[in-house]
């Protein structure tokens, strides 16, 4: 359980370091609070780290 618990958080760790990468920080034609593309995105990370301090909670649910 152990070795799942360190796969999840290092996959999270990875997960926000392509996201910080992918930004340029350069202007870009995006809305300024973001649109649906980067809400959904944000969605489906929180859905991801919810589902990571479930499994470290071990209560198994998402």
Known sequence: ???ARF???T???A???LACTACD???SAAPAD???QATSELNGIQSTLDS???DMAGDGSP
Do not use: C, D, Y
């Open 11 to 13: 996959a999270a760790a």
């Open 25 to 27: 920080g350069h202007g």
């Open 34 to 36: 973001g649109g649906p």
């Open 52 to 54: 990571i301090e479930s």
């Open 15 to 17: 997960l926000v370091a």
């Open 7 to 9: 796969a999840a958080a």
């Open 1 to 3: 359980m152990k070795a």
